[in-house]
């Protein structure tokens, strides 16, 4: 029986984030997908996250899912099987992006989470495409269910996130990089630079993809996942 397979979403989604994968990848793995919710440093939410999880599995996470992943691959290197990075960035939050977070914060605690969210979006988060209202209805759901004291708890944890080269250069599991080429967010050349630190490691990049490679392009990143699992 292979590892339970570990899904982690990026800031403000929950396991809608990767529901064609759930549908067609619990056919034959044991698929869960874990909350990024709990805790106010990217330490604090790995530390309670290896308390709930299986003893042995294999680990994917989107964004900042995937910035906890590798806090947990830092942490507990013997329990993670296999180690899936997903449009995200292994390097501290710049000063510059932390101060932008602040007046987010200040207007998401006077009521305006959606503002925020669709401010932040709109630009940046996905490949031009007929399909990218649907997918955008669907992350500000995610977004109103969590709520704005979810959306201060992670900001807070991204502003003092650590530097994981380090982590992704003792990296010793199989290991696949994807990101979608249209991600302004993380853009390829931060997922080439990781697949480049971690030996062995694939990298996958979705033409036709911005941030969101689950949503955007499913069959595909399906396809992905499935094959670094086998």
Request: aromatic share 2%.
């Amino acid at each position: 029986m292979p590892e339970p397979l570990v899904l982690l979403p990026g800031m403000m989604c929950d396991a809608r984030l990767f529901g064609p994968q759930i549908a067609e990848l619990s056919a034959d793995h044991t698929v869960v997908s874990a909350p990024i919710t709990r805790g106010e440093r990217i330490e604090e939410i790995a530390s309670g996250l290896l308390d709930q999880l299986p003893r042995r599995f294999a680990l994917a996470g989107l964004s900042m899912g995937g910035i906890v992943a590798m806090e947990i691959l830092r942490r507990a290197p013997d329990r993670v099987a296999k180690l899936a990075l997903l449009s995200t960035n292994p390097l501290p939050e710049t000063p510059q992006v932390a101060a932008t977070r602040e007046p987010q914060i200040v207007k998401v605690r006077t009521g305006k989470l959606r503002e925020v969210m669709q401010d932040e979006m709109k630009p940046r988060y996905l490949a031009p495409g007929g399909h990218s209202h649907d997918i955008l209805d669907l992350v500000m759901d995610m977004a109103d269910t969590l709520g704005p004291e979810i959306f201060v708890r992670q900001s807070r944890a991204l502003q003092r996130r650590k530097d994981q080269q380090a982590t992704l250069a003792k990296c010793k599991v199989p290991t696949l990089i994807l990101c979608g080429r249209h991600d302004q967010l993380c853009p390829v050349k931060r997922h080439t630079f990781m697949a480049e630190l971690i030996p062995g490691a694939k990298l996958v990049v979705l033409e036709n993809s911005g941030h969101l490679p689950p949503l955007e392009q499913p069959a595909e990143t399906t396809a992905a996942l499935r094959n670094w699992l086998a």
